[in-house]
């Protein structure tokens, strides 16, 4: 079933949208590419996090936590996630940095899937995304 | 997380930070392929595309200065070669790149 989603003027080039639609309020990220609209799953592959939060470099669409890379196209994971750079292990305080640790950990043993992608048509300037 | 797709999205992005220092992708089809080849089993192994041919410190503030494209790091030397160590990039002038010589930085 199609859903009204957005306005086409509402994403501006190069920029995402996150959007809402279904009977099960999907959460969704719309994506503009060089005149096109890419629907994907709005939650990261990785851990869940808000990818309209990332950032878009053409059709790559970079996760805001650990910088994991999806294509829009197709929603492929292009890139694992990374560790952030914890500056100076001395200025860490030791219950900290077992936190991270640990994360650290976890973040490496989580496996990354591909982002969901819907169909997604335009018309009369009213964008409809297929769920 | 397929090698082929990850080469694709290496290519996009490194050419988009190369292009405004004045480089472009190596002519040596063959061999740009098989350097993003190696960055990418690089990156799956160790966690960033670090460039093939130099050796890894384990200090992240250094190494993070050989990840590809780690062109603004070495500027000057590579400006000097026309050419960035594993010749992976090439100034924009350079149609043969066998053809540049290779010095260390210390003959800069």
Known sequence: MWHEVAKLDDIAPGGMKYVRAGEDDREICLCEYEGDIFAVSRRCGHENAPLDQGALEGWILTCPLHDGQFDIRTGANLAWPIDHDMGDPAAIPEPVKRWFKLEQRLQWKTRVHDLHTYEVRVADGTIEVEI | ???????????????????????????DAALAEELLEQEVKLEQDLGAPYCPCQMRSRVRGEDMRIVCPCIPF????????????????VHKDVTDPDSLPQFPPDEE
């Open chain 2, 74 to 89: 070495h500027r000057a030397h590579f400006d000097k070669m026309k050419r960035c160590w594993c010749g992976l990039f």
């Open chain 2, 1 to 27: 997380m397929g090698t082929a797709e990850r080469k694709e999205s290496l290519r996009y992005l490194y050419d988009k930070v190369v292009d405004p220092l004045g480089f472009k992708f190596t002519p």
